[in-house]
């Protein structure tokens, strides 16, 4: 017997690559103003702060994702 698999494992993606693709196509194909609000809700930020010898260091804003490994 076979195992099911998903759509979008067959298409070689990963299950956040699908969510991302699918909800920009969502986003992009919505008319105002829900297009606008929905773009609005995409945006994100927090703080974040490095650790060393148990003590936390300044604290800063990111707000891409370019950022966030750095």
């Given at each position: 017997?076979?195992?099911?698999?998903?759509?979008?494992?067959?298409?070689?993606?990963?299950?956040?690559?699908?969510?991302?693709?699918?909800s920009s196509?969502?986003?992009?194909?919505?008319k105002e103003?829900?297009?606008?609000?929905?773009?609005?809700?995409?945006?994100?930020?927090?703080?974040?702060?490095?650790?060393?010898?148990?003590?936390?260091?300044?604290?800063?804003?990111?707000?891409?994702?370019?950022?966030?490994?750095k």
């Open positions: 017997m076979t195992t099911p698999t998903t759509f979008w494992r067959l298409a070689g993606v990963s299950y956040v690559q699908y969510v991302t693709k699918a196509t969502v986003r992009a194909a919505l103003p829900a297009k606008s609000k929905a773009l609005a809700q995409e945006t994100f930020s927090y703080n974040k702060s490095v650790w060393s010898s148990g003590e936390q260091g300044a604290k800063q804003l990111t707000n891409t994702l370019a950022a966030v490994g």
